[in-house]
């Protein structure tokens, strides 16, 4: 079973920034893909940026790449996302996500943290 806790929303002026955390209770993480998600209102959730727990390796949206940034801590099975240079259009209820190696769907998720960007 795995728990994924996020924490870190807000209400931020644009160009600010925000970091947003997702705490995983898991005793297999390192099988894991961890990722965030987010869905604005009246939009379907997209995928944002995702990391392979075993490597290390990263994915970014188009629309994040060079704003958002992802990192970790290893020993508290924390995944960080950095959101900086933020818009009115991030705003959004922002989701971590999680699935096992290999599958494509992911399986877990947690309850959302709002990021609301004001103009």
């Known amino acids: 079973q795995v728990q994924l806790v996020e924490s870190g929303g807000g209400l931020v002026q644009a160009g600010g920034s925000l970091r947003l955390a997702c705490a995983a209770s898991a005793r297999t993480v390192n099988y894991l893909t961890l990722a965030w998600f987010r869905q604005a209102p009246g939009q379907e959730r997209s995928l944002v940026a995702a990391?392979?727990?075993?490597?290390?390796?990263?994915f970014y949206a188009d629309s994040v790449k060079g704003r958002f940034t992802l990192s970790r801590d290893i020993v508290k099975n924390t995944l960080f996302l950095q959101l900086n240079t933020l818009k009115p259009d991030d705003t959004a209820i922002y989701y971590c996500?999680?699935?096992?190696?290999?599958?494509?769907?992911?399986?877990?998720w947690g309850q959302g943290t709002q990021v609301t960007v004001s103009a």
């Open positions: 996500a999680g699935k096992r190696r290999g599958n494509a769907a992911y399986d877990y």
């Open positions: 990391m392979s727990w075993s490597d290390g390796n990263t």
